[in-house]
């Protein structure tokens, strides 16, 4: 019998794939200091020497190849805290099999999640037993292209779901939980989305052995 | 939105074959066949274009990428309809709030519960205004849609430009 362990795992290294090709990045300290207030057209090398005082202002500057551009600090708003970890004396419920289904516009992106997510697998010892790409889905309709009449002339679109299944399988409750809670909190803006199906494992003690295996005399004697 | 513009043949060609005959071909077309969604017509050359500009629609997945995100078109999902009423209001407000100052088309991401807005922003305001209306923006957006509102902005020298039409 298990105990269940809950806890969550904070701090795998794994990095998150995000969908865009990253046009805002978050400095930990922006450069606003820099940047003189009267005005905003002063080319890049007197802004360096502006901002001689502030050291880590020089080494953003120095990494960007463009003209001078400056990121602008604001709340993080995805920091969680770590749970703390719990004992509990209930026997742990077991899987024999946890399905994500991972559906997205973007295939690349969705490659991206796969890495992620068997990476995140392995890390923690889980068991994979299939990683497939399903075909995708079209969804097409047909519109007319002009506000009134001109019924010849139409316009298609087209909208189309690509997938990812990946399975695993013989987890335990906890194990699939942190699993489940860290890859879900990780998943991409928007384009992919995951649908969990588990089987679980129950065998109930009557049905362990069949009733003829029993002593038939006894139970005629008992009812006669 | 997730979709790609393909037309139907629009302009039928007539040829006719005989020697003897003066007209060679024969277009007929109705006035508004050329799509024309999203896609600047060429000029004289002196008008600057961002690389989101100068893309037809039909390149999205190709070329091109998303410019919000959310799972309301992929087969399955709800909520198609709400999104897209959401995105359009945001993109209007930001619009308003920053006026004259995007450089580009705002990306709008939804990851849970969080509606994150990516915005190109040329340096023409002092930072400490860009502050306050960032702060702003934020506050009226997350108090309107009742989810945590956030906005990632970098800021540039000059609009970005890929191509003169």
Redesign the interface.
Known sequence: RFSRVQCVISGLRVRPPH???A????RSRDS?SC?P?GG??LPVPRALGACSANKTCNIIRSRLPL??????H??T??SSQPSSITVTKEPDALFQRVSLLV????KSVLDSYELFATMAAKELGIAISKVCELPK?T?RF?LL??VHI?K??????????HYRFIELSHLTGSTAQVYLEYVQ?N?????A?EVTKTAMEKVPDHILKPMWEEDPIDNKLSQG | M???????A?ARLLSSLRSGSLSRGLHVT?A??K?R?ARVRVGKGDRPLTYEEALPPHHI?HRK??LS?????????EGTAERTVEDVFVRRFIFGTFHGCLANEL?I????N?L?V???ML??L??QK??FL?GYS?TMLSHLYKC?V?????????KAVYKYL
Request: net charge positive; charged share 25%.
């Open positions: 969908a865009t090709p046009v805002c990045e978050r606003i940047q207030a905003p057209l003209a001078s551009s400056t990121y602008f604001t709340a708003v995805f559906k997205g516009h973007d889905d969804e047909t292209k002009s001109f010849n002339h139409r316009v298609q679109y087209e909208m189309r779901t909190r998943l991409p803006e928007g384009v989305m | 997730a979709a790609s513009l393909s037309s139907t629009s109705a508004r066949c799509n969604a997945a990428g998303w995100q959310h799972t309301g078109n992929l087969r399955g999902e990306v991401k939804r990851r849970g969080v994150v990516c915005a190109l340096q023409k002092q930072p860009f502050y960032i934020e945590p956030k906005l990632e902005v970098q800021t540039l020298q000059d």
